[in-house]
């Protein structure tokens, strides 16, 4: 008998491999490549060579990865997925974050997986960390360590939706605590929409200056 989890997310057809969340069409389908700059994961022109923007002003991380850029029907798997937290939603996603990753590979396995913290985002109310959900996924396929209390959270941070870029870097600084030793670590910080990038950037700068070799942000979708 066919269960509501052997069928693909997106067309409803059955699946041949179960835990795979979406069909060979579908999942090409998601994974479709609009260009994104290998760097920063905005709309460019290549993917293998960074943008204007990253040649100017390059993000602390090394990579980041996307599964693509913020479209349907993606992103509203992904607006599905914030609002149910469903664990089987979860891997599905996870699993095209993985393709991708594999698509673009350049280098090395990574040691360990971090997510953004919940309390960063101030989704409390929800009771489920998205991010948690994708990087559990990931370091289980990975076979690498999910350093899920990696964060600790050292002041208040006013939210950040109304404030400048500027203002936003401001308010992160010295905003997190590492809590473990990544010097030489290959680490990816797991998020699922990165926006403005300010997060991420703040946590990539923190695990450079404590000694990480290689930061990557591996999200779901790239927005401004
Ligand atoms: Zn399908
Ligand atoms: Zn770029």
């Known amino acids: ?12 057809l059955p699946l041949a491999l179960a835990h795979w969340g979406f069909c060979s069409r579908c999942a ?9 700059c290998p760097r920063c994961g905005l709309p460019s022109a290549s993917t293998t060579l960074p943008c204007g923007r990253c040649l100017q002003k390059p993000p602390p991380w090394q990579q980041l990865v996307a599964v693509n850029d913020y479209i ?7 607006q599905q997925f914030k609002s149910s937290g469903k664990p089987e939603l979860a891997n599905a996603l996870a699993r095209l974050l993985l393709w991708r990753a594999m698509l673009n590979a350049k280098g090395s396995q990574p040691d360990g997986i971090i997510s953004v913290p919940l309390w960063q985002k ?8 998205q991010s948690d959900l994708l990087a559990a996924a990931l370091s289980r396929w990975l076979g ?3 350093y899920a209390r ?3 959270r050292t002041r208040a941070t006013p939210v950040q939706h109304h404030l400048s870029a500027r203002l936003r870097k401001y308010n992160l600084k010295n905003a997190f605590h590492l809590e473990f030793d990544v010097r030489g670590l290959h680490i990816v910080v797991v ?13 990539s700068r923190l695990l450079l200056r404590n000694g990480a070799a290689k930061v990557e942000v591996w999200c779901l979708c790239r927005t401004l």
């Not at 349907?72 to 992904?78: F, G, T």
């Not at 101030?122 to 960390?129: I, V």
């Open 191 to 203: 998020d699922d929409v990165v926006t403005t990038g300010s997060t991420v950037a703040e946590i």
């Open 150 to 152: 990696a964060l600790r």
């Open 72 to 78: 349907a029907p993606l992103s509203q798997l992904v």
């Open 28 to 36: 090409r389908m998601l994974l479709y490549p609009h260009p994104l």
């Open 144 to 146: 690498c360590q999910w």
């Open 1 to 12: 008998m066919l269960t509501a989890h052997s069928l693909c997310w997106l067309c409803r």
């Open 122 to 129: 101030r989704q409390w109310r929800r009771g489920f960390n």
